[in-house]
């Protein structure tokens, strides 16, 4: 239902802008955000931006990255500045879905871009 896309290979201090698209049965979209998963670490929180368009960014992104929906499209891009070889990771998109009017909200992940940063 989350498709991810615009990974790749970068130098550092390029930019790469990735984009997630919610698709499907959708009834309202919460939260949209990015996490990363680098090798052997846990998956963490890079980005987050809510229906009021209210965000927070982890500290290491801070000033580099910039995340903003687009909600007639349902998709939650994530422009990558200045990146640095620390940044290498899969990225995953996730965003809390109501799927009815009167369901619940649950996570959706895509499933992962992998972003490489040479230095």
């Known amino acids: 239902q989350l498709q991810a896309s615009g990974g790749g290979l970068v130098q550092a201090g390029g930019s790469l802008r990735l984009s997630c698209a919610a698709s499907?049965?959708?009834?309202?979209?919460?939260?949209m955000g990015w996490y990363l998963q680098a090798p052997g670490k846990e998956r963490e929180l890079v980005a987050l931006i809510t229906s009021g368009e209210t965000t927070n960014y982890a500290d290491s992104v801070k000033g580099r990255f910039t995340i903003s929906r687009d909600n007639a499209k349902n998709t939650v891009p994530l422009q990558m500045n200045s990146l640095k070889p620390e940044d290498t990771a899969v990225y995953y998109c996730?965003?809390?879905?109501?799927?009815?009017?009167?369901?619940?909200?649950?996570?959706?992940w895509g499933p992962g871009t992998l972003v490489t940063v040479s230095s």
């Open positions: 996730v965003a809390l879905i109501r799927t009815t009017y009167n369901g619940g909200e649950f996570d959706y």
């Open positions: 499907g049965s959708i009834f309202s979209i919460t939260n």
